[in-house]
Antibody
Framework: QVQLQESGPGLVKPSETLSLTCAVS?????????WGWIRQPPGKGLEWIGS???????YYNPSLKSRVTISVDTSKNQFSLKLNSVTAADTAVYYC?????????????WGQGTLVTVSS | QTVVTQEPSFSVSPGGTVTLTCGLS?????????PSWYQQTPGQAPRTLIY???TRSSGVPDRFSGSILGNKAALTIRGAQADDESDYYC??????????FGGGTKLTVL
């Protein structure tokens, strides 16, 4: 069973960089899924941020692409999100997930999510 | 910019049947978008219900089914139960690695 756990600061100041890590257990990050980040502002819907393959191939939401970097560390079986120049609009619960880009594209396993608040 | 549309809210009586839809602001949803559906209760992570239009995820009861109805993807819930009261999100795969979520439908069972 694939398990994902997000971690990182719960409070980030405006204009700074949001950094989160997703630790994967029960599955090798190099074994075939893509890995992604999704966020949900309080009381609002879900938004896909981006995805990465263990080889480093990345896909980003065009609306966030200029501020987002997703990276993978196969030695630690984890992947990370960096979102720079944050504003209050980036306040959200951030989820990590496994994604299948194969014959049946879907978000498969989800982390529990972590709330990040942008405030001074 | 692609917008995926969903009904903001819907209600169903216990035991009843409800169909939620997922459309595009411009164009039709087809199986080529691999529509998938996710259920989310307050404070919880989303749960995968349906993928590739009509394939149920492991452990999902057959009361939940997916289809294409006209120019939209659809999620049908038969025999609605109290614990089906949740937010439901559809996602479309736009190709080139890009996903777009719908705004979600808040389903009330009463």
């Amino acid at each position: 069973q694939v398990q994902l756990q997000e971690s990182g600061p719960g409070l980030v100041k405006p204009s700074e960089t949001l950094s989160l890590t997703c630790a994967v257990s029960g599955y090798s990050i190099s074994s075939g899924y893509y890995w992604g980040w999704i966020r949900q502002p309080p009381g609002k819907g879900l938004e896909w941020i981006g995805s990465i393959y263990y080889s480093g191939t990345t896909y980003y939401n065009p609306s966030l692409k200029s501020r987002v970097t997703i990276s993978v560390d196969t030695s630690k079986n984890q992947f990370s999100l960096k979102l720079n120049s944050v504003t209050a609009a980036d306040t959200a619960v951030y989820y990590c997930a496994s994604l299948d880009y194969g014959n049946n594209p879907r978000f498969d396993y989800w982390g529990q999510g972590t709330l990040v608040t942008v405030s001074s | 910019q692609t917008v995926v549309t969903q009904e903001p809210s819907f209600s169903v009586s216990p035991g009843g049947t409800v169909t939620l839809t997922c459309g595009l602001s411009s164009g039709s949803v087809s199986t080529s978008y691999y529509p998938s559906w996710y259920q989310q209760t307050p404070g919880q992570a989303p749960r995968t219900l349906i993928y590739s239009t009509n394939t149920r995820s492991s452990g999902v009861p057959d009361r939940f089914s997916g289809s294409i109805l006209g120019n939209k993807a659809a999620l049908t819930i038969r025999g609605a139960q109290a614990d089906d009261e949740s937010d439901y999100y559809c996602v479309l795969y736009m190709g080139r690695g890009i996903w777009v979520f719908g705004g979600g439908t808040k389903l009330t069972v009463l």
